[in-house]
């Protein structure tokens, strides 16, 4: 039973972690476009699905096409998503320039990356309480005695602690990431 609580803690911790990958630090990283689709032929498809994404330089993305008519579509795709960097189209490729990161803008990134952790954690809390109210019910048809209740619950808040270090391990690293200039 409790594996089913640790698989969605586990969730909880890789969207976080995925939303992190999203977050640039003034280096080049590609999954700054990984929730950045092209209407191709009228299918929202993911860019690395229609091109290829390099990164020549520590602050440069490369994107080349393989059908040269997708150029203008990337490029729009690109405009109309929240990364915020404007594409240079030179009639073959694509290029995002990163700029160097301000001190303040380092700042309300790592405090966005803080607030996402807390997000993760109560969404972690909020797995535990469904599991205690689970096992609470599980007490209550005699499928479990006081001792089991004890026990099950002891494991449930095991898991959440460790499931709660993860995070601020993830939440501090990439903060460090980003404050590092």
């Given at each position: 039973?409790?594996?089913?609580?640790?698989?969605?803690?586990?969730?909880s911790y890789e969207n976080m972690t995925s939303?992190?990958?999203?977050?640039?630090?003034?280096?080049?990283?590609?999954?700054?476009?990984?929730?950045?689709?092209?209407?191709?032929?009228?299918?929202?498809?993911?860019?690395?699905?229609?091109?290829?994404?390099?990164?020549?330089?520590?602050?440069?993305?490369?994107?080349?096409p393989w059908e040269p008519n997708l150029l203008g579509e990337i490029e729009k795709a690109?405009?109309?998503?929240?990364?915020?960097?404007?594409?240079?189209?030179?009639?073959?490729?694509?290029?995002?320039?990163?700029?160097?990161?301000?001190?303040?803008?380092?700042?309300?990134?790592?405090?966005?990356?803080?607030?996402?952790?807390?997000?993760?954690?109560?969404?972690?809390?909020?797995?535990?309480?469904?599991?205690?109210?689970?096992?609470?019910?599980?007490?209550?048809?005699?499928?479990?005695?006081?001792?089991?209740?004890?026990?099950?619950?002891?494991?449930?808040?095991?898991?959440?602690?460790?499931?709660?270090?993860?995070?601020?391990?993830?939440?501090?690293?990439?903060?460090?990431?980003?404050?590092?200039?």
């Open positions: 039973m409790l594996k089913k609580f640790e698989d969605k803690m586990q969730k939303e992190f990958m999203a977050i640039r630090a003034g280096r080049a990283n590609p999954h700054v476009l990984d929730k950045v689709t092209v209407d191709y032929y009228g299918v929202p498809t993911p860019i690395q699905q229609v091109g290829n994404v390099s990164v020549p330089e520590a602050r440069t993305i490369l994107i080349q690109i405009m109309m998503s929240d990364i915020g960097i404007t594409p240079n189209n030179d009639g073959t490729a694509i290029r995002l320039n990163f700029p160097e990161l301000t001190e303040e803008r380092r700042k309300d990134l790592a405090k966005d990356i803080k607030k996402r952790g807390e997000t993760t954690k109560v969404a972690v809390r909020n797995i535990r309480r469904d599991a205690n109210d689970e096992l609470k019910k599980m007490n209550k048809a005699n499928e479990l005695n006081d001792d089991q209740l004890k026990d099950q619950e002891s494991e449930v808040q095991k898991l959440t602690d460790a499931y709660i270090k993860k995070i601020d391990d993830a939440v501090e690293a990439k903060s460090k990431e980003i404050m590092t200039v």
